[in-house]
């Protein structure tokens, strides 16, 4: 293969560019009780060397808190409130990367964009390892993707219609 059907190949990410409509779209679906615009991507995050791999979710913490809870399952600081210089990281990375709350990572994206964060909050769900939270502008930065975004999370009432409801979504917006 050369390098130009290797690239061919590679995955193009997906930017949702009108995503305040699309959410309204979606909120107003039967059986939906949240929905929030989000960036993920994968990325490394450090502490001097040895960098390990995380996904990485940028959102806004107090509607994603509702799709999925960060605050309940903190054991240290916070995610509610979080900085755009700040990351919430799981309890399992954190001793990998031998840190606690207060001090300083590096995450560097697929992008090949680098900063450095304050952690904020560690949290544990007791299921291996988790993702790194950040604030959705922070997210969009650092996967650059301007005002734009790549998912949107919904939330159901009735997790058994997800089917239809996806069916729905399908139709009525033009993402996958």
Sequence with gaps: LSSTEIEQRAPQLKFIDDYPQVVETIRRLPNVREVAPVVTGQAFISKGANPIGVAVVGSEPQLQDRITPVTKDLIAGKYIGL????????????EDLDVSSGERVRVTSGTGASDSFTIAGIYSRGQGRGSAYVT?????????????????????????????????????????
């Design 83 to 94: 900085g755009s210089d700040e990351i919430v990281i799981d309890g399992e990375l954190a």
């Design 136 to 176: 959705l502008r922070t997210g969009q930065s650092l996967f650059g993707l301007g005002s734009k975004v790549n998912a949107i999370y919904v939330k159901l009432i009735d997790i058994y219609d997800a089917d239809s409801v996806a069916d729905r979504i399908m139709a009525l917006v033009p993402y996958e």
